[in-house]
């Protein structure tokens, strides 16, 4: 596998020291990485997990609305981020592998690089208390 | 291509009796290839003494700068070709995220640091942000990329034929990971070096010095031999020696290094002068 961008090395190395759940994505919507604080959320370990394309994490966690609708991957922050390379912010729910519905605020940002390269996206998230 | 060692130090020049034999003059290289493309890698101190080695034969200088900190460039005043009318030089290094290669160097090249400024040297000078990926300088195939260290700095490989070499000499790849060296392609630099025939390496700490100095940008001996060894390498040259290490230390630091691990690399202490040369 070639190697990855000594921002995207360094951004997952961050989000393993941090105490706020990160995910991490490359330039194509794979996941790369997320850490402990987010294993807790998401239902399982990364290392379990390992790298997922954007069609399975954006489907897996069945995110919802607040409303109950499912929301399509287009309306997750981190996916705006990545296509639209803005940032993005919501709230909304997911179900975790364990079986345990969450509901979390999420802000995702995209990741450029020295030289203007899209390099992927990060989106850190927090469980939301309830309305 | 023959690669010689114009100046191995790290950080800061440091001449005196107990630096003799390794060298006291700053990261400097230099790279001719066989079809005579002369490549300077570094503008620390040691370059002056290159330079004065140089004569009309050379038409045109290549200068790779892996980052701007004061020992890589702080010999570039002094670089003969500089000096000289009409003289072709090409400077390549990093920009940063806001200001090009020319406005970064000037900062230096301009009073008060230096009496002279960029746009007045008389040599026939163009500066390179330097392209990340690949590109040729003459018959050698550059391949540059990001590496961790702090502030913008590549690493460079540099291919002729079927024989390569990669230099890193400000370079902490160990810097965050949990368990060095971990996956390859999650390492810093490792496509740079990955089965070069040579590669020069920050190996400023001992192991025991590490701790003391984590996020400063360099590499502990251990974790140099463990990233060489992971990336295949056929030999590793030591290179950007803490200025505090005299030649007494960097020879029991070597030989602990050899004693260390069966060592699957040529395992050679960079000491200033010295001079490897590479068929094809
Ligand atoms: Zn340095
Ligand atoms: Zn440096």
Known sequence: MPQKDVEVILMRQLASYLAMPIFLVDMAGNLLFYNEPAETLLGRRYEETGEMSLEEWSTIFKPTAEDGSPLPPEALPLVIALQKYQPAHRTFW??????????????????????????GAVTIFWEANHP | M????????????????ETVRYGGNTSCVEVRGADGTFLV???????????????????????????LHMDHIQGLGFFKPLDQPGQEVHI????????????????????????????????????????????????????????????????????????????????????????????????????????????????????????????????????TLGFAAAAGVKRLVTFHHDPGHTDLVLDRLIEEARQSSDLLFQLIPGAEGASFEFGG
Not at chain 2, 106 to 135: E, I, K, Q
Request: with cysteine; glycine share 12%.
């Open chain 2, 41 to 67: 890698l570094d503008a620390g101190t040691g370059i002056r003494r290159l330079g004065a080695t140089l004569g009309p034969e050379v038409e045109r200088v290549h200068l790779l700068l892996t980052h």
């Open chain 1, 94 to 119: 997911i179900r975790g592998l364990d079986g345990i519905s969450r509901r979390i605020a999420a802000t995702a940002f995209p990741l450029e690089g020295q030289g203007g390269r899209h390099l």
């Open chain 2, 92 to 223: 390549w290094g990093p920009p940063s995220t806001t200001l090009d290669l020319r406005a970064r160097l000037a900062r230096y090249l301009s009073p008060p640091l230096f009496p002279v400024r960029l746009r007045d040297l008389p040599c026939r000078l163009t500066l390179h942000d330097v392209p990340l990926g690949d590109f040729e300088i003459g018959g050698l195939k550059i391949t540059a990329a990001l590496v961790c260290h702090p502030g913008p700095t590549v690493g460079y490989r540099i291919t002729e034929n079927a024989m390569s070499i990669a230099y890193l000499p400000d370079h902490e790849p160990a810097l965050g990971a949990h368990h060095f060296l971990g996956e390859a392609d999650w390492t810093s630099g490792f496509d740079l070096a990955r089965g070069v025939d040579l590669l020069i390496h920050d190996a400023q700490y001992a192991a025991a010095e590490y701790p003391e100095h984590v996020g400063w940008g360099h590499s502990a001996i251990p974790h």
């Open chain 2, 2 to 17: 023959r690669i010689t060692l114009w100046g191995t130090r790290g950080s800061l020049a440091t001449p005196g009796p």
